[in-house]
T-cell receptor, first 112, second 109 residues
Framework: SAVISQKPSRDICQRGTSLTIQCQVD?????MFWYRQQPGQSLTLIAT?????????ESGFVIDKFPISRPNLTFSTLTVSNMSPEDSSIYLC?????????FGQGTRLTVV | AQRVTQPEKLLSVFKGAPVELKCNYS??????LFWYVQYSRQRLQLLLR??SRESIKGFTADLNKGETSFHLKKPFAQEEDSAMYYC???????????FGSGTQLTVLP
């Protein structure tokens, strides 16, 4: 299994600012995934973070808006840049081990 | 492109009644399907996966490739089953997930 610590758990931010979300895993993993869950909607994959290479972004998500760092095999950050109210969502970090996905508790972001 | 459809946003049943949460998928390859559950104030967690053919907390799900469905069933619902349920499909070697929109199950006393 994998235990994921994600922080902050929630934040209220002013539009135009940036927020960095941290994700720490208790074991080494090759890939880490970042998902977004907008209000009333399902989880959507933002990007896959690989250690030692650039993240792979899904359609509709770009590096300038959601820069990702992956400095080692147990840690990743996702930054939500130049925020607008439309970025208000829950952001989730996830890893896959033995064909099972494990999730952080999520970061509830509100942009005002 | 792959897609997972859960037609019911909300589902309410009485305790002891059977429950079925519907899930349909579209995927060009051989799918690997899962049900994830999120109880109140807890993080998202795996409930069951189709390749295991197991029953977890009384829930079962059978993959029907002909109907492209993976419905979740339980013969006798319990109040503690109240939660948000997501059907998901994995694709690619990276094993990222495509989620359905989720069904909020409420089991009434």
């Amino acid at each position: 299994s994998a235990v994921i610590s994600q922080k902050p758990s929630r934040d209220i931010c002013q539009r135009g600012t940036s927020l960095t979300i941290q994700c720490q895993v208790d074991s080494q993993v090759t890939m880490m995934f970042w998902y977004r869950q907008q209000p009333g909607q399902s989880l959507t994959l933002i990007a896959t973070a690989n250690q030692g290479s650039e993240a792979t972004y899904e359609s509709g998500f770009v590096i300038d808006k959601f820069p990702i760092s992956r400095p080692n095999l147990t840690f990743s950050t996702l930054t939500v840049s130049n925020m607008s109210p439309e970025d208000s969502s829950i952001y989730l970090c996830s890893v896959s081990k033995s064909a099972e996905a494990f999730f952080g508790q999520g970061t509830r972001l509100t942009v005002v | 492109a792959q897609r997972v459809t859960q037609p019911e946003k909300l589902l309410s049943v009485f305790k002891g009644a059977p429950v079925e949460l519907k899930c349909n998928y579209s995927y060009s390859g051989s799918p690997e399907l899962f049900w994830y559950v999120q109880y109140s104030r807890q993080r998202l967690q795996l409930l069951l996966r189709h390749i295991s053919r197991e029953s977890i907390k009384g829930f079962t799900a059978d993959l029907n490739k002909g109907e492209t469905s993976f419905h979740l069933k339980k013969p006798f619902a319990q109040e503690e089953d109240s939660a948000m349920y997501y059907c998901a499909l994995t694709s690619g070697s990276a094993r990222q997930l495509t989620f359905g929109s989720g069904t909020q199950l409420t089991v009434l006393p």
